[in-house]
DNA sequence: TTGTAAGCGTTATCAA
DNA sequence: TTGATAACGCTTACAA
């Protein structure tokens, strides 16, 4: 209980070696002999002598801290997403200091400043309340995710692969009526790509389209709402076509299908469903949900792989400039039961 | 591009005061006059002052940092604690440092030694991988949620209490044969008690129960079986009774739901169906799932109050015991569409 | 192969 | 109200 803290100087004494070769025990083993080695060792032991990587990290001046910052983690993208990113460990030895966002830009900005004042080497960012400008004028490396990266490197699923993907699996569906259902207008957003893949193959197939969308939707209750009330206009818009929906996130896809489910016992054979990202969400429900797949474990070991070279390159020169580098992650048609083939 | 850091000194020589003139100008503030806080306060902004808080850390010996090792984030229950976890700082200033636990005991001690290295000053544990007794032995206040918690201290939602509410709102839905479904059987986690409060109100309004455990489950298609399976089991061996099925979890119980719709098209009337956990799935699925909610807000506040008094406790007096503590959160009962009132 | 001594950027203790 | 000076625990030239 409460012993004091064990430090080089301890073993050094203990021992007769000095402080120098204790360090270099742990970071040039090789220049001991292997008896000396042993000697400190069992000190260590009997000391019980545990690692300070606070003291490392100032004299070294490196942290291998990486900040996280996620939006919230009610979209279990984002969960998932922070998930691949903290067992990324294992290979890059980066520490990951999380927050998870602020309700405006002010909090957010504080987030940073707090972890810029810990030495971060380089930043995850997930959220959308900083414009990409500003993040950039810190100039640390920062890789975005699925956010406005005009300024700053990112990765992303390819959007408008993914639009076509589901547009066509719809049409091959024998659908005559596509409707586009989204929950965030906003057009710098890289998920805006799946309405451009959308309308662009809705076109080239001459197939009617329609589209829904809803902005600023901040809870479950919100996208009930807006997905009850889309569902209502396009039953009563297209009656007697076949009508193919397309969510931009399986949750309202979910909620399109649990909607119809309950008010006729199945899916009715003039619908057809599909959502986007594949979560967990879409295995889940009443009827497997067909789904745009989002690799997340590329898109992750690609923004390490960005954000590790920029960080490296750093190293060996402090001054260097960060290029942003946009990197596409190719999506996945699952094909489940809420289409057929 | 590529500043040097500045530092305390050059603020100092900028300004003809001392670095600890500096220095107290941002932690004793009163002591400066107000010119030369402003002529400080200038310098800062002119040099692009940035403060460092690992040197601040190696000077104060207070980190501020707390160690948070979940087991996985593809529960939404662990995901939603840590998003509440992460949001404290607005309250207490701890940083998370964050692990998503390792697959098997030797990489999460790894974890942990890489977490005490950075000197964390309390450790919240949510994976079940490390016994409490080590855990205990580490030294420092560690907290646990639903988890084995023989010497530590933690916090828990009233298990046998929600199991208890979850029997008798079965029961009051007349239901004759009760059925428990369980995806992990190890009797000293927290969650067994709902067994327990379901054996025990079973037997005091002499209803007849049956149960079913699962060891083991690592993925939905696991749950899925198993819940299939169990789901078979009930319908032969129960025929003719109204069940009242009462899930270890939502995930289960929504499966189950959705097994009973695919066949029936609706929740048959000899079932009733409520699950544990309240998370996102209760809502979302097709016909809205009762539900014993967990109170997260209020197990993460608990947590931190315990976790931050003895962080305290600590440095007031670096050899005092740890005292282990254990609070229960009451649970809530969710009454949705799969029971009646 | 090992040691000396000067950092790393703060804070804490005294003294003025 | 301010300033020297010595920590904090480790790394890294440079020297031996």
Redesign the pocket.
Same mark, same amino acid.
């Given at each position: 209980m409460g012993e004091k803290?064990v430090?080089?100087?301890d073993i050094a004494d203990h021992t007769?070696?000095?402080?120098?070769?204790i360090? =270099?025990y742990?970071?040039k083993p090789?220049?001991?002999?292997p008896e000396?080695r042993q000697k400190i060792s069992m000190a260590l032991k009997e000391l019980h002598y545990k690692?300070?990587k606070v003291?490392?990290i100032?004299? =070294?001046?490196e942290t291998n801290f990486i900040g996280l910052i996620v939006p919230h983690m009610f979209m279990s993208f984002y969960s998932h997403l922070l998930d691949r990113f903290l067992h990324t460990y294992d290979h890059f030895d980066y520490k990951f200091l999380v927050f998870s966002g602020g309700a405006d830009p002010v909090s957010e900005r504080k987030y940073i400043r707090e972890l810029l004042s810990y030495q971060i080497e380089g930043l995850v960012i997930l959220s959308h309340m900083i414009p990409s400008e500003e993040l950039a004028s810190y100039d640390i490396p920062v890789v975005a995710i699925e956010r406005e990266d005009r300024a700053i490197s990112s990765v992303n699923t390819d959007n408008y692969t993914g639009g076509v993907m589901a547009t066509e699996l719809l049409i091959r569906n024998q659908c005559d009526q596509l409707i586009y259902v989204c929950t965030d207008s906003r057009q710098e957003v890289p998920s805006y790509d799946r309405y451009r893949g959308f309308l662009d193959t809705c076109q080239k197939n001459g197939i009617a389209q329609d589209a829904f969308f809803r902005d600023s939707i901040f809870s479950y209750q919100m996208m009930y709402q807006f997905s009850e009330h889309a569902l209502n206009c396009i039953c009563n818009s297209h009656d007697g076509k076949k009508k193919g929906i397309f969510c931009s996130n399986d949750v309202t896809a979910n909620i399109m299908l649990n909607l119809l489910f309950r008010k006729y016992g199945c899916l009715p054979d003039d619908f057809r469903i599909i959502g986007f990202d594949d979560s967990p969400t879409a295995q889940e429900s009443v009827l497997p949900l067909s789904s745009i797949r989002q690799q997340i474990d590329l898109i992750v070991a690609e923004a390490m792989r960005i954000l590790d070279s920029q960080i490296r390159a750093r190293k060996d020169d402090p001054s260097c400039i960060l290029q942003p580098k946009h990197s596409l992650i190719e999506p996945q048609l699952i094909i489940r039961q809420t289409t057929s083939g």
């Open positions: 803290r430090t080089f100087k007769g070696f000095s402080k120098t070769t360090s =270099r742990f970071n090789d220049y001991l002999t000396n690692e300070n003291a490392q100032l004299a =070294r001046g």
